[in-house]
């Protein structure tokens, strides 16, 4: 026979899973290279809380993100004496919890110069 879990009180109440939030890690990024194009060190998605599975959903303002449907991605910047400075963004999507959502964005800057000067 299956019974109801009581505490000292009564029924004990499952908790309440709390809605799903997001961060990358790093949360920004600066570097330096010669003129033409760089490919950044992996960003990761963090979720926290939430029910689960997850889908990622990766996009920036200029450059291209190189996987943007998964956990991780590195962006790639192209320039020509100048400094790109640029904005990550992450959505999460808990599928398991009606598809709620959270977001977060990185900064992202990389100084392109001539070295032949």
């Known amino acids: 026979m299956l019974g109801i879990g009581k505490g000292a009180g009564g029924y004990t109440a499952p908790p309440v899973p709390q809605d799903v939030s997001a961060s990358i890690s790093p949360s ?35 450059g291209i993100v190189q996987s943007p449907n998964s956990i991780k991605t ?19 999507t ?3 919890d009606g598809n709620k959502t959270a977001s977060a964005t990185a900064n992202v800057s990389v100084s392109f110069e001539d070295q032949l000067r």
């Open 94 to 96: 808990d599928t398991g």
């Open 74 to 92: 590195r962006v790639v910047l192209s320039g020509y004496n100048r400094f790109v400075q640029t904005v990550l963004r992450l959505t999460i």
């Open 28 to 62: 920004s990024f600066v570097g330096a290279s010669s003129n033409g194009s760089y490919t950044t060190p992996f960003f990761n998605a963090v979720a926290s809380n939430g029910v689960g599975p997850f889908t990622y959903s990766w996009s920036i303002d200029e």
